[in-house]
Structures are given as structure tokens and as C-alpha cells.
């Protein structure tokens, strides 16, 4: 039985060696412009879905969906996310597939997972990603406006949507794209296939 510890402890000495050497012989890819291979993208949300569960307060939103907190989480979401989450104008964000993991679009696909869900995911970003934690930049209030937006992007009223026709889409005919952005664009959106 000692000998058979002895065997457990040196096996694992021996796998942490390894790892180690590996990292630090600068095997272990780091570099973000390529897609992650779907066992590993899948392995990955489901241990931060998995971890989502265990730690997130299972608060409710303070706010009520008003017009105006839907509209205020518009603007923020506008100046906050939009540039790696994709615009209200429907256009995909420049840095959609510059992260490792790449962010989600979430106009086109907004998350469907609950409010307190998404809040956490807000305040507390997602470690090794591209998502930052906002709780030191936005106040709670703020970003329980987002979370209202993103929950009730299927459902707005009228009146809100009226506001994003008006002041997203279409975009103004002053704002073209510059030729090389739109090129480039055309390129990532080949690679681009789900
Ligand atoms: C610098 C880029 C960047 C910015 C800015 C950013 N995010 Fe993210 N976000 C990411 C990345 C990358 C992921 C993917 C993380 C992952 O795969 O687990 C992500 C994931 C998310 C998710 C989880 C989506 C899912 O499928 O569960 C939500 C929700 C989210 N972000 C909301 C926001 C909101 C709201 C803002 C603005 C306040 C924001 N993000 C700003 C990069 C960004």
C-alpha cells in the first residue's frame, strides 16, 4: 500500500514536471487570432456556465423595463460593448474575431440566460477572456440598465424601438466605412462559419 502512494505521488510529480516544462520551453500556443477547436469552446462554456451557477447571487433586477431605463441601457451598451459585442446599427464589431475566445454577438443573438445571469457575467467578467469585469468602471445601476436592455431586446415596446430605428439603424449615410475596413471585414467573415 505504501509503495502503491509512493507510485500515485511520483505519477504526479512527474505530469506536473511536464506541464510545467512544456509552458516554460514556450510550447503552450498563446496566440488569440485563430478560432478554438469546438471540444475546447464547448469544455470551456460549460465550466463558466457551471461556475456561473455555483457562485451568482440569484438577485432580481431592481429596475422596472421602462422606456427610458431600455433606452439608457441602449447608450450603454453602445459605448461599452458594442465594439467587441457587435453595434446596434447590425453591424458586426471590428473585434469580432480578434479574442480567444471570440465574444458572442449578442444583438444578433442576445443571451437568453437569466437576469441575475448576465449581471454577474457584467460585474464580474470572464476570467482568461476578452471580457472585462465592469463592476469598477459602471455603477450597478448602470449595469442592471444593460441587463434589462439584452433581456428585453426580443421584446421592446414600440416606442423603444422606435428610438433604436432613429438612432442606430440605419446608420447615418455620413458614416461609410473606410475601403480597407470594408475589405477586411469581407476576409474575416469567411473564416466565420457556424
Ligand atoms: C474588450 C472586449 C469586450 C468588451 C468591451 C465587452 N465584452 Fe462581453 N465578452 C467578451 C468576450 C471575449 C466574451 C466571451 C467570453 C467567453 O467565451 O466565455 C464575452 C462574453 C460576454 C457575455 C456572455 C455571453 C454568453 O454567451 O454567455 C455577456 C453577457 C457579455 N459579454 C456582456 C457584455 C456587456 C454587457 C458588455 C459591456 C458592458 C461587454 N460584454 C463588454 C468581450 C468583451
Not at 429596475?63 to 433606452?71: R, Y
Not at 453591424?91 to 474575431?97: C, F
Amino acid at each position: 500500500m505504501g509503495k502503491f502512494l509512493l507510485g500515485v505521488i511520483f505519477t504526479l510529480i512527474v505530469l506536473v514536471l511536464i506541464v510545467l516544462g512544456v509552458a516554460m520551453l514556450g510550447m503552450a500556443p498563446t496566440t488569440a487570432n485563430v478560432e478554438p477547436p469546438h471540444w475546447e469552446r464547448h469544455l470551456a462554456m460549460s465550466a463558466v456556465d457551471n461556475s456561473m451557477d455555483r457562485h451568482a447571487p440569484r438577485v432580481s433586477n431592481p429596475l422596472t423595463p421602462t422606456d427610458a431605463n431600455l433606452e439608457d441601457g441602449m447608450k450603454l451598451y453602445t459605448m461599452n460593448c458594442a465594439q467587441c459585442h457587435g453595434g446596434l446599427d447590425r453591424k458586426p464589431s471590428t473585434l469580432a474575431n480578434s479574442f480567444y475566445p471570440p465574444p458572442p454577438n449578442l444583438v444578433s443573438d442576445p443571451p437568453d440566460d437569466p437576469e441575475w445571469h448576465i449581471f454577474f457575467t457584467i460585474r464580474t467578467g470572464v476570467r482568461y477572456t476578452g471580457m472585462p469585469a465592469w463592476d469598477k468602471t459602471l455603477t450597478e445601476q448602470e449595469m442592471w440598465k444593460i441587463t434589462t436592455f439584452l433581456s428585453h431586446m426580443d421584446k421592446l415596446p414600440p416606442a423603444v424601438q422606435e428610438y433604436w430605428k432613429t438612432s442606430f439603424n440605419p446608420a447615418p449615410a455620413t458614416e461609410e466605412p473606410k475601403p480597407e475596413e470594408k475589405k477586411e471585414g469581407k476576409d474575416k467573415e469567411k473564416h466565420d462559419h457556424h
